[in-house]
């Protein structure tokens, strides 16, 4: 069973950043893709940022140079760090895994991340 766990999320003034870290744990070995994903109240959960196993990066275009996805393949985790933060990044951030061999997916339970005007 794989687990995933999100930290870093809090409460940051507009224009502030965070950090967001993602640690992954159980049984995980071949090629994986990791992402974040984030959800608004009474919104869609949306695709943030993902990295594959080979270190190519995609961005939603409203994150897109302010944003930097990362990983670690040696403690399986991910990061996301977020600068110039603005209120419309208020959500809920999941991370998410996914083994490509097997293509079952994983996901977090999410850290809040609060940008205040």
């Known amino acids: 069973q794989v687990q995933l766990v999100e930290s870093g999320g809090g409460l940051v003034e507009s224009g502030g950043s965070l950090r967001l870290s993602c640690a992954a744990s159980?049984?995980?070995?071949?090629?994986?893709?990791m992402a974040w994903y984030r959800q608004a109240p009474g919104k869609q959960r949306e695709l943030v940022a993902q990295?594959?196993?080979?270190?190519?990066?995609n961005y939603a275009s409203s994150v897109k140079g302010r944003f930097t996805i990362s990983r670690s393949n040696v403690d399986i985790a991910a990061y996301l760090q977020m600068n110039s933060l603005k209120p419309e990044d208020t959500a809920v951030y999941y991370c998410y895994l996914k083994r490509l061999s097997t293509g079952l997916n994983y996901w977090g339970r999410g850290t809040q991340v609060t940008v205040s005007s």
């Open positions: 990295i594959t196993s080979g270190g190519n990066t």
């Open positions: 159980g049984t995980i070995f071949g090629l994986i893709d």
